[in-house]
């Protein structure tokens, strides 16, 4: 084809002459496809994803406007297979493909869902969700265990939280991942160890929102029977209000969020407070009313005895003495036990804040060995990190030929090399060097 011939586009008018054909060619397209990334904007709007429920790596953007948006019928989530009828169209500013879909309606569960609603029923069927295994949490932890991700914004709201809600409460982290393929066995082997060691009242099971693939984990069976098998009871917290996994029906206690886990299993300082102030009142207000019915009872046997009077007045005199010794007794007790309280207040404040800096400064150490194996490190002392024109690492020289273009990572920047000559052990008559 003559290249001289050919019509020269601008980017905007080829675009819009893409659209054009779109619009054209596929004004109504009706997509059986599985939700990804579901959001909802400020403005109305819907955001997602449409992708094949076998597993395909075809994906296609899709957009549901307000207008659109506000027809719903259902509650649409990730990985939610649905029936998505609209037409396709180019977005001009950045040349992107995307699907605008004017109605939006389930067409059955997805792939992930029905696993979910398969292992909901397996697990229901063992008994692993009757309401007669929970149990009660305590009324008055002393302590309590987190088993989640130490990195995680879930134990920073944790923390948060116990420090304003009640900074008495010992905290101990049993820490895992909770995400991917290994996320299952490390929780239950966190859940387990919080078990072994007893040193805590409650376990609080969190993490932070996430899509229905991010928080898999915690749907995970063994897991599950593990929470459900706790001999300390469980409180589960993971991702945000709407989002449901199995472990949050076997556990004892189901908090919508990380932080609502903590207000559940510590209830606060000032009430506590409250409540022994409430009962140091009683207990001063029944000492009284005793000491009056006692005073009663003496006047009333004092008018029985006419005679002899002066006996009398000697019982009565001592009986008073008593009674004001016992009120001064009674009213030192009372005056000193606010005192009292404030110093053990004091003393379990202390105690946390010296528990939070010695965590700090484990977190510290820890990091800065994290640092001491960084590869840039590992760079620095003149090593490099060689790979080819795909990217892909180069670990040997068989994987090198003359003339090859390679390229060497150093410490302060990139070189591009090429292979001159490449030089390989001789193998003996069995393979050995």
Known sequence: MNSASAPVWR????????????????????????????????????????????????????????????????????????????????????????????????????????QFLRLKAQLASEGWFDAGRKRVL?????????????????????????ARRAPHVRVVVYPSVVQGAEAPAALVAALTAANARAEVDAVLLVRGGGSMEDLWAFNDPGLVRAVASSALPVVCGVGHETDITLCDLAADLRAPTPTAAAELAAPPREAQLRELQSASTALRDAVLRRLDQHAQRLDRATLRLARPTQALNRQAMRLQAL????????????????????????????????????????????????????????LARGFAYLSDDQGRAVTRAAQLSPQQSVRAQLADGEAALRVEAVSLPLLGPEGAL
């Open 11 to 114: 980017v905007a008018d080829l675009l819009a002459a893409l659209s054009g054909t779109l619009s054209r060619q596929f004004a109504q397209v009706t997509v059986d496809a599985e939700l990804a990334g579901f959001t909802r904007a400020a403005s109305g709007h819907c955001y997602f994803s449409l992708k094949d429920a076998d597993g395909s790596p075809a994906l296609i953007r899709a957009a549901l406007f307000r207008r659109s948006a506000a027809a719903l019928r259902f509650a649409p989530q990730d990985g939610q297979r649905v029936r998505a009828t609209g037409r396709l169209a180019l977005y001009e500013p950045r040349g992107e493909l995307q699907f605008v879909a004017e109605s939006l309606e389930p067409a059955g569960a997805g792939a992930l869902y029905e």
């Open 138 to 162: 305590p009324s008055h932890p002393q302590a309590l265990g987190v088993v989640t991700s130490q990195g995680a914004a879930a134990l920073r709201d944790v923390l948060t939280a116990l």
């Open 323 to 378: 009674q004001q010794r016992l009120r001064s007794a009674v009213s030192r007790s009372l005056a000193v036990a606010p005192a009292r309280l404030e110093r053990l207040s004091q003393a379990r404040e202390a105690a946390w804040q010296a528990q939070v800096t010695r965590h700090a400064h484990r977190l510290q150490s820890l990091g800065e060995r994290l640092d001491a194996l960084a590869p840039q490190r590992t």
